[in-house]
């Protein structure tokens, strides 16, 4: 079984760009969740999605942050336009149901 | 707000140096709390869930356990490849929002030496 994968590994952009972050959650899991870590810090949640609707999304740090699950499947979190504080690495898990959580590789966003 | 603390934040073991890895949390009902392993460049890796004080799981030498304001992960004879960043990680009781958010704490850096 495939595990969830995200696209890119990395990515470098210059303040002010626009960075959009894909993630593949493993086939069947109909919940979908982003969490980021930020240098130094816990890896904090950012929002969760069941299917194609957004559950929760306390996490997210302000409106520059847009993320959609359209059709269900995958997920794209865009971040416009990107700040220097916007740095980190960012995860995306899904689950089944609502117990164990199964995490993607991560995308490591540098912004200059 | 939920809250995890782990310690120690590094702990260095020879091989075989038997040891345990603490998670103290902090929230309004705790619905389950998870183990999960990081390696470097990595995602973390699903270990363990505990769900109620007393509960204990094992996997190869690692035993998780729970009491009502903590979690240890007691490592047992560890070797070099269980080396990693070990993450502790709490989930409230389901909300009317239905939220399944993790809490996360910092994580401890194990290094086993040879």
């Known amino acids: 079984e495939a595990g969830v994968t995200q696209f890119p590994s990395h990515s470098v952009i210059e303040k002010g760009q626009t960075v959009t972050l894909r993630c593949d959650p493993i086939?069947?899991?109909?919940?979908l969740y982003w969490y980021r870590r930020v240098m130094g810090k816990e890896i904090k949640f950012l929002l969760h999605f069941v299917k194609e609707s957004k559950q929760d999304e306390s996490g997210m740090p302000n409106n520059r942050f847009l993320a959609e699950r359209t059709g269900g499947t995958y997920s794209t979190l865009k971040v416009q336009p990107a700040e220097l504080e916007d740095s980190g690495v960012y995860f995306c898990a899904s689950s089944q149901f609502g117990d164990e959580q199964f995490f993607g590789p991560g995308t490591r966003l540098t912004v200059l | 707000e939920d809250q995890v603390t782990q310690s120690p934040e590094a702990l260095r073991l020879q091989e075989g140096e038997s040891s345990s890895l603490n998670c103290s949390y902090t929230v309004s009902g705790l619905r389950g709390l998870f183990w999960y392993r990081q390696d470097p460049g990595k995602g973390p890796e699903f270990l363990f869930t505990l769900y109620s004080a007393g509960e204990e799981k094992e996997k190869e030498r690692l035993k998780a356990t729970l009491t009502k304001k903590e979690s240890f992960l007691h490592i047992t004879a560890p070797k070099p490849e269980d080396s990693a960043t070990y993450l502790c990680a709490v989930q409230a009781p389901y909300s009317g929002a239905g939220s399944y958010q993790l809490t996360f704490g910092k994580g401890t850096k194990l290094s086993v030496i040879p």
């Open positions: 086939s069947g899991h109909d919940n």
